[in-house]
DNA sequence: TTGAAAGCGCTAACAG
DNA sequence: CTGTTAGCGCTTTCAA
C-alpha cells in the first residue's frame, strides 16, 4: 500500500512473478537465466506465462550485481559528427546487438577533461567494455580504463611511446600519406605539397612522414617538401587553399578531410580546376565528396571493416583478459577518379 | 582471497573505503551521496581520502537498486547516420551530461523488430528516460515505454491518430512544404513539383500537404500538382531527377534530403544546371549543400533548438510524471539562396 | 526437481 | 554526529 502512494507503479519483480506462478523466486531466476537447470515443462510454462502477464523484464542492474555482466558496453569518440566514427559506430554497434550488448555512445568533443569526465560515469555505470577513441591522443585517460581494469580497445589514435601496451584498431597512417604522394609522383608531379590540421593527434604526423618517404624515394630532398598545416576548420583549409596555390605547386595532398572540405571550397569559389590548375588526393572518402566534379582521387580508409573489427577484439579482450595486448592496423586503398593529371615537366 | 582467484580483482567498494578510514559504511555512503548529512569535516576528509587511495568509485548498478536513479538516458533513432538526427544528438548528450547522465544512443535502422528488441535491452537497465525517434513512425514500441513508466519523448515523428497522448518535439512538416513552395510561387513559378521519400512515416505527407496547400492559395488546381515519391535511396532521387525533368516543370521542392542527393547528382551529371534550367527549394541543410554552386535555398530546420528542447522536455517528464503531455512543434526558416530565378510566363 | 537463504554494493531508517 | 541494520532484485549454493 505504501508503494502504491509512489508516483510510479513499482515494477515489476521476480517476486511477483513467482507469486502469480505459484513457485519460488529461485524458479524464476533460472527460468530467465541463461544457466540451464532441469525443471518441469509445465513449471517452466506457468512460469512463462505469469511473467508475460505481469509484464515483467528482468533488470540488468540488480543482475549485475551478482557478478553477471552489464550487458553495456560503451564508444567513446573525439568527433561524433564525423562520419569516418559514425561509419565506424554504425557497425560495432551492430555486432554488439548481436552478442547482447547495449551500447553508449558519447562523444569527448575533441576535450581530454570532458572525456575523463564521460569515462567515470561509465566506470560507475560498470560498464562490460569500451571502444576509445581518446580525445586529443592523449593516454592519461586510457590509463583510467586500465586502472578499472575495463577490456578496452583504442580506436585509430595510437599512443606512440606505449603503442604495443594497448589494443587497437586503426589504419595505416603513414601508407595513406605514401600512397597518396606516390600517386601524385608516378603521374609525374615533383612540386608536390601537403596539407592536414595540426594537431598533437600522431595520426597527421604519421601521414606527412609517408609523404616524405614517398618524396625521399623519388630523390626528392627536404627542401622541396611543402607541409601545410593548420587548425581543424573549414576557414583554416580555405586558407590552406590560398597557400596551396601561392606555392607553386603542380599538385597537394589534401591530408585530411575537414581542412580538405575548407580547400576545395576555395578552389571551388575562386575557379581552381582540378586537375586542370592542380592535382589532388584526398585523403578520406566523406560523404560531400560525391558531388565534386571530376571527383575526386581519395585514400579509402576501411572503416566498415575497421569497426568491425574493433567490436570483435574488444570481445576477444573481455573473454580473457589477460590476453596480451594487439594491435590491428588496417590497409588504405587508392580510389583512382579525375583529380590528378599526368605532369610532363 | 577466493576472490583473488578470479582474473579481476574485484572492484573497490564502500566497504574497502569504510575499513582503510576506519569508519562504517553508512558514513561512507553518505559522503558520496547527494543528501546532505552533517558529517565531521576530518571524518570526510578521511574517506575522501581513502577512497582516492582506492580508487573508489560508486557503483552506479547497486545505487539504483535502492531507487536512485540510474544515471542512464537512452536516445534511440531510426537513422543514425543522417546528419539531422546526429546534429540533435550532440545536444541532446551535452544536456544531459551536465545534468549528471550518461546517454545511450541506439539505432534501429528503420526497423520497428530492432527497435523494440533495443527498447527491451534499455528496459533491462531501467534506464532513467528515453527519447524516441520511432522507426518507420510506428507507435507500438512507444507503448512499450509508457508501459513500463519510463519518462519518454518522441522525438520528429508524430502519431497522428494519438498526437496528444504523448510528449513529442518536432519540427513543423506541413509548413516547411508550405515555405518551399510558396518561395517559388512568389518567384512566379506556377508550374511546380514536389519529390520526396515515399514513406509510411506521415512527415513526408505533411510536407506535401503544405505543397498542396500553397498551390491552392494561388488558385493552382489538383491537375496542376505533381508529387514524385520514391524509395529512399539515392538511386531514387536520381531517377526522380529525370522524372521531373520530363515533367516539364518549371520548378520543384526538393521534399526529402537523401533522395534531393541522387536528384542533384542525377541534374549534375546530365548538365541540367539550377536555376536556369530548373529552380529548386530543399527541404534540409545537409553538409553536402555546401559544396554546391550555385547554392542551393534551403528550408533549415531546428536542429539544435529541437535536441535542446526534447532534452529539456524529457527532464520536466521526469521530475514530473503525472505531467499531461505537451507537444513542441519548432518552425522552420527559408535560407535563400541562388537556386530560384525569377519566371515570367 | 525445487526451495530456502545468503549475499552482491548501496541507501536510509533508526538507534545510539 | 555516527554506526547498525534491513532491504533493493537477482543469482547460486545447499539441502530437501
Redesign the pocket.
Known sequence: MRQRDKRLA??V???DVAKLAG?????V??V??E?E????PE??EKVLQAAAELG?V??AA??S????RRGILAVLVAQFANTFFTRMCVDIESIAREQGYVVTLCNSDEDPAQERLILERLIAQRIDGCILCPALAREENATLLRQYQIPYVILERAFPASFSEHNFVGHDNFQSGYLATRHLLEAGHRKIAFSGWDSPIPNVRERVNGYRAAMREYRLTADTERVLLGPLTEVAGRDMGARLLAEGVSAAVLGQQDTAKGTLLHFQDHNVRWPQDISVVMIGTPEWADFLRPRITCIQRPEKQMGREAASLLFEVMHVPSRPPVQRIFPCVVIERESVKRWEE
Do not use: D
Open positions: 513499482p515494477a519483480t521476480i517476486k513457485t519460488s523466486i529461485a524458479t531466476s533460472y530467465f537465466s544457466r537447470r532441469p525443471l518441469r513449471l517452466r515483467y528482468k533488470n540488480a543482475s550485481l551478482k557478478g553477471k
